[in-house]
């Protein structure tokens, strides 16, 4: 047979050789050819460019990039050649052109998040990001640097590109002798590619062992094309994990008791309230000496005074989850993706002053942090709060400093002048003040003292990275962050002695959660896993004449906080608190201790539980990887004791799977939130009891 191949401006119809007749299997005519080719190598090139590639998972998923690649690329280069070819009119070509615009933006911002995290842009980050787009763009134009603007130049870029470039892959084609023929070749190519995707994915080493074969899977979810995880992302989110209505009714305490609640009990002790968050204040500063200084001397001040709990813990790595869990007492896993709060969410919720504000108090919260970040303001604005103020709510002039945070000098000017009108009424009031200095990238308004030293950035960073050689540099800067924010606390408090209030009013300060600085490989800052730096926190309760001082280690978590305060006040838990007054002399012993974490953001899934303050398990579902760790003898979880300790294992993994069971259940069926309060979390089983961890733990104390 002879071929002749001609394009529309080159050739002369002479006889094609081998390699043109193969290029004219892959894409219609030679300016097509070129963008695939292009594309492809691109694309094979960027997957190295990060650690923990695809490449280095096994050879089977090297040859799979390839031919996936080639497919995705083939594929691309003959819709957009079929678009550009028969789409005539001016709207049909606007509206493709609106189209390919979003999807190639999107392409770009996951190969983005890819050599940042070594991970593409998966259905729940896009959709986390579809919700906080204005304060995610705000964050990003301060910390990220250029990235906002290379983002939006790349972006016009590759419309003008699609606009203008569509007519040019258009032009030109082979023009063959036996059109059939080759037809039949195309077909065949195209699926011939995509069957050896499926053969690759079948293929694999059968005696690998779970963990490898868990990590292979989740590379090649996560790592091998945006579309891959994209698709994969949907796919579970819409598909997996069925939830069951699961819970007895007999274990579920009705809506009608909070009227009992209400009539039996009442405010003994009316002292006032403050409670103080600081962003990502790990449990280590309290008490913290540093280049010769106290990093927070106003909180050690209160630590000493107050009952200081040195094993406290968020619910979340993530603000939003853990500032609700604070103000409610309520676990914050609700649904199975990430949880965005609305106005007319419909579960029962009791906060702080929704039980105080009855008796008669003031009620407020003071934030730094824009609130409206995750729908926190939806979820904390309840009819019982008479005043909200941060930068979005209250009107006062934004300054944009740390992604529309205000400064927490500005912050505590306005708690004070709050504070002021509520002593000139000789009304108690409830405060709750949110403190931001903290924050990644820990910077501070101008004329701000930076103690601690060396401290200014002179490189580049983000907030998944940063040269591990910096550390020092960033703690730094954390610990003046601190130091600024620990100032504005002692102003706070010297007003309130000043004016006689600080005698009966009830101090609780705590983080929100930690902050991590390279304790484990590739971890920085938050909003990841739930590892030791992150998800254990400062907790202080200060009250000279209500709470005598104590260093306490019992292990508590942020939903204790509101029943432990209401219990200073005189008041039982409402049975709407999943959390438990950790000052009453019945608590649970230690033994029979468990807490219950949950991490939902673009890059973590994750479950954990911790029993009697020493053993963590989690669950991380993003990369179907499970952990046991022994936290007290290894606080920064270097060895994994699933395979040493499996009944342990499988014991606490059996309490996870029941907790998150009953919590997807109960906010997932009417039948349970529309007439009862949320489930109590599950206790220690019986294996646990029969002293699985006895040996270990007296075999951990000889050593």
């Known amino acids: 047979m002879i071929v002749t191949l001609r394009d529309g401006t080159a050739e002369d119809g002479s006889e094609t050789t081998w390699w043109r007749w193969v290029a004219a299997m892959f894409a219609p005519n030679p300016r097509v050819l070129l963008f695939v080719v292009t594309g492809c190598a691109g694309e094979l090139v960027l997957l190295a460019c990060v650690s923990d590639n695809i490449y280095d998972v096994s050879r089977q998923a090297r040859w799979l990039a390839i031919e996936f690649t080639a497919w995705f690329w083939v594929t691309l280069g003959w819709i957009l050649w079929f678009a550009a070819s028969r789409l005539r009119r001016p709207f049909a070509r606007a509206a493709w052109s609106g189209v390919l615009a979003v999807a190639f933006a999107m392409y770009g911002l996951s190969w983005g998040v890819y050599l940042r995290t070594s991970r593409f842009l998966d259905w729940d980050a896009v959709q986390f990001a579809a919700r906080n787009f204005r304060l995610l763009w705000m964050y990003v134009r301060q910390a990220e640097h250029g990235a906002p603007f290379a983002a939006v130049a790349g972006l016009i870029a590759v419309t003008v590109a699609i606009v203008g470039g569509g007519r040019w892959l258009a032009k030109g084609n082979w023009s063959i002798g036996n059109m059939a023929e080759l037809r039949r070749a195309r077909r065949m190519t195209w699926y011939g590619l995509g069957l050896g995707c499926l053969l690759l994915l079948w293929a694999g080493d059968k005696a690998e062992n779970a963990p490898t074969v868990s990590h292979r899977l989740d590379t090649l979810r996560n790592g091998l094309h945006p579309t891959i995880t994209l698709v994969a992302g949907w796919v579970t989110s819409t598909l997996n994990e069925r939830v069951v209505p699961c819970i007895d009714l007999s274990e579920l305490r009705p809506l009608q008791e909070a009227d009992a609640w209400n009539r039996m009990t009442g405010v003994t002790n009316r002292a006032n309230v403050v409670l103080i968050t600081v962003e990502s204040m790990r449990h280590d500063v309290v008490g913290l000496q540093y280049q010769g200084r106290e990093v927070m001397p106003v909180v050690n001040t209160l630590a000493r005074g107050g009952a200081w709990f040195t094993h406290a813990y968020a619910q979340a790595t993530q603000t939003d989850y853990s500032t609700t869990a604070l103000y409610s007492s309520l676990f914050p896993l609700r649904t199975r993706q990430y949880l965005y709060f609305h106005p007319n969410d419909p579960w029962p919720k009791t906060l702080f002053y929704d039980v105080l504000k009855p008796a008669g108090y003031a009620t407020a919260i003071i934030s730094s942090q824009n609130a409206g970040w995750g729908g926190m303001d939806s979820f904390l604005k309840t009819p019982r709060l008479d005043f909200f103020y941060d930068p979005t709510h209250s009107g006062a002039p934004v300054n944009r400093l740390n992604f529309d945070n205000l400064p927490d000098g500005q912050t505590v000017d306005k708690a004070i002048a709050w504070i002021a009108e509520q002593g000139a009424k000789q009304q108690p009031f409830f405060l709750g003040l949110n403190l931001q200095a903290p924050h990644f990238p820990y910077k501070l308004p101008a004329g701000t003292a930076n103690v601690f030293q060396p401290a200014p950035v002179d490189f580049y960073l983000d907030f998944f990275k940063y040269p591990p050689d910096k ?183 059996q309490i996870l799977e029941t907790w998150r069971r009953r919590q997807l259940a109960y906010y997932r069926f009417p039948m349970y939130y529309e007439r009862y309060f949320p489930p109590s979390p599950p206790g220690v089983n019986s294996v646990l009891t029969t002293g699985i961890a006895a040996e270990w733990n007296n075999r951990s104390a000889v050593k």
Request: proline residues 7%; charged residues 25%; glycine residues 6%.
């Open 471 to 653: 550390v020092d540099v960033m703690r730094n800067g954390y610990y003046n962050a601190l130091h600024e924010s620990d100032r504005q606390i002692g102003r706070l408090l010297d007003v309130l002695r000043a004016n006689g209030q600080l005698s009966h009013t009830i101090v609780a300060l705590t983080g929100d959660h930690g902050e991590a600085f390279y304790e484990e490989a590739g971890y920085v800052t938050h909003g990841r896993e739930p590892i030791e730096p992150v998800i254990r926190t400062a907790c202080v309760l200060y009250a000279p004449d209500l709470i005598p001082p104590r260093e306490d280690n019992y292990p508590m978590e942020l939903i204790d906080v509101l029943p432990t305060v209401l219990g200073v006040l005189g008041l039982r838990p409402h049975p709407n608190f999943q959390g438990i007054d950790v000052l009453a002399v019945d608590r649970p012993l230690r033994q029979q201790r468990l807490l219950f974490f949950h991490t939902e953001t673009p890059v973590a899934h994750a479950d954990a539980v911790l029993w009697m303050g020493r053993w963590k398990y989690s669950h991380d579902r993003l990369r179907g990887r499970e952990t046991l760790f022994d936290v007290v003898a290894d606080p920064n979880e270097t060895v994994d004791l699933v395979q040493q300790q499996p009944q342990l294992a499988d014991s606490l993994r």
